[in-house]
T-cell receptor, first 114, second 113 residues
Framework: DAGVIQSPRHEVTEMGQEVTLRCKPISGHNSLFWYRQTMMRGLELLIYFNNNVPIDDSGMPEDRFSAKMPNASFSTLKIQPSEPRDSAVYFC????????????FGQGTRLTVV | KQEVTQIPAALSVPEGENLVLNCSFTDSAIYNLQWFRQDPGKGLTSLLLIQSSQREQTSGRLNASLDKSSGRSTLYIAASQPGDSATYLCAVRRRGGADGLTFGKGTHLIIQP
């Protein structure tokens, strides 16, 4: 398996534009997580899906952030409109059917909003 | 709310030394604890996973221990090498509530050749 795949790897956009980040989890994994990493706050959980259903989105910072998982092999995280303070590295991770197994992370998307 | 603390924040040691990285968490009700390595500009690589019922896990030169009742874990690296230079992150998965991982801020490790 190629692991968790995220795209794009880097994104530079202007303030106010819509940004869409994409994630393909490991095949067979049924839990998917979106995290954000900044120097100040470290890694923070944004939202968690189980069997394509959002379970906990309490970490989503504002209504400008939304996430979907239309099927078991694809998820998106959208920011509309984007702001400079959204600049961070966004990671997607997936887990097997039991949460006591390892979480595997993608390479991340480095987002810069200017 | 679960909080994870890693000490030290940064560490620089000569090659060949054995070293210990520390992780503490405030809520002992956890599913498991996972140690990750992160190289600059890269994603997270899983190193070791310890279930809440386990005391330690070993992989090569790495050994991780867990004392759930006291809310502590250590990562022991034997015979350190320059290639071990990276940021090491500790994360716990809570039992109940949100099922994502709660991370510490990491220990930035430099092994001097």
């Amino acid at each position: 398996d190629a692991g968790v795949i995220q795209s794009p790897r880097h994104e530079v956009t202007e303030m106010g534009q819509e940004v869409t980040l994409r994630c393909k989890p490991i095949s067979g994994h049924n839990s998917l997580f979106w995290y954000r990493q900044t120097m100040m706050r470290g890694l923070e959980l944004l939202i968690y899906f189980n069997n394509n259903v959002p379970i906990d989105d309490s970490g989503m910072p504002e209504d400008r952030f939304s996430a979907k998982m239309p099927n078991a092999s694809f998820s998106t995280l959208k920011i509309q409109p984007s702001e400079p303070r959204d600049s961070a590295v966004y990671f997607c991770a997936s887990n097997g059917r039991r949460l006591n197994t390892e979480a595997f992370f993608g390479q991340g998307t480095r987002l810069t909003v200017v | 709310k679960q909080e994870v603390t890693q000490i030290p924040a940064a560490l620089s040691v000569p090659e060949g030394e054995n070293l210990v990285l520390n992780c503490s968490f405030t809520d002992s009700a956890i599913y498991n604890l996972q140690w990750f390595r992160q190289d600059p500009g890269k994603g997270l690589t899983s190193l070791l996973l310890i279930q809440s019922s386990q005391r330690e896990q070993t992989s090569g030169r790495l050994n991780a221990s867990l004392d759930k009742s006291s809310g502590r874990s250590t990562l022991y690296i034997a015979a350190s090498q320059p290639g071990d230079s990276a940021t090491y992150l500790c994360a716990v998965r809570r039992r109940g509530g949100a099922d994502g991982l709660t991370f510490g801020k990491g220990t930035h490790l430099i092994i001097q050749p």
